[in-house]
């Protein structure tokens, strides 16, 4: 059974940090680049960051980058994403995917339930 599950979300307030995680099983994590996607309510889903493997294929979206950290642990089958000086914007419901590393449109790609981040004072 493939499954991405996400944890770490929660309340905090701007400024503050966050670390979630996506604990993977079901699939072959080393063979799909891991990505964290985010949406807000009235809004499309966007890209935040991605990182392949081999890891030094790492992208960011422009509004996280310097504050963000995207990493994968192949032997804990886990991608997280570090979250640092948290903006209002952020707060949003952030999905993990993972997506087969292939030249092709139509590549497998597997989807997370998604966790609640809420940045507010």
């Known amino acids: 059974q493939v499954q991405l599950v996400e944890s770490g979300g929660g309340l905090v307030q701007p400024g503050d940090s966050l670390r979630l995680s996506c604990e993977t099983s079901g699939f072959a994590i080393h063979d799909f680049a891991m990505r964290w996607y985010r949406q807000s309510p009235g809004k499309e889903r966007e890209f935040v960051a991605a990182i392949g493997n081999p890891t030094f294929h790492i992208d960011y979206a422009e509004s996280v980058k310097g504050r963000f950290t995207i990493s994968r642990d192949e032997l804990r089958r886990t991608a997280y994403l570090q979250m640092n000086i948290l903006k209002p914007e952020d707060t949003a419901v952030y999905y993990c995917?993972?997506?087969?590393?292939?030249?092709?449109?139509?590549?497998?790609?597997?989807w997370g339930q998604g966790t609640q981040v809420t940045v507010s004072s």
């Open positions: 995917n993972a997506r087969l590393q292939v030249l092709d449109e139509r590549a497998t790609e597997y």
